[in-house]
């Protein structure tokens, strides 16, 4: 069982930057891919980017492509998702997910962290 826990959220204003941080309770992060979704009010959730854990290749959506970046720390088992040039439509909840190798969905969800854009 793979527990992830989501930090970092907050209220900030359109241009700021903001770091989310995913920590999993346990080494299983070795092997597949960390997600980070959002899901906007009244919107259903969608992909924001992904890494595989092992080699560090990353993909993320269109909507964010250039303004966010994820990274991990595998030393501290903690992804990171690094926001910049904030837009208002970006207020979100935002969660990360665990998808184990050769799974074709994130079985694995952290609790969501808030972010709000105000513009």
């Known amino acids: 069982q793979v527990q992830l826990v989501e930090s970092g959220g907050g209220l900030v204003q359109a241009g700021d930057s903001l770091t989310l941080s995913c920590a999993a309770s346990?080494?299983?992060?070795?092997?597949?891919?960390v997600g980070w979704f959002r899901q906007a009010p009244g919107k259903e959730r969608e992909f924001v980017g992904n890494?595989?854990?092992?080699?560090?290749?990353?993909k993320y959506a269109d909507s964010v492509q250039g303004r966010f970046s994820i990274s991990r720390d595998r030393s501290k088992n903690t992804m990171y998702l690094q926001m910049n040039g904030l837009k208002p439509e970006d207020t979100a909840v935002y969660y990360c997910?665990?998808?184990?190798?050769?799974?074709?969905?994130?079985?694995?969800w952290g609790q969501g962290t808030q972010v709000t854009v105000s513009s």
């Open positions: 346990s080494s299983s992060f070795s092997r597949g891919y």
């Open positions: 890494i595989n854990w092992g080699f560090g290749f990353t």
């Open positions: 997910a665990f998808q184990q190798l050769g799974r074709t969905t994130y079985d694995y």
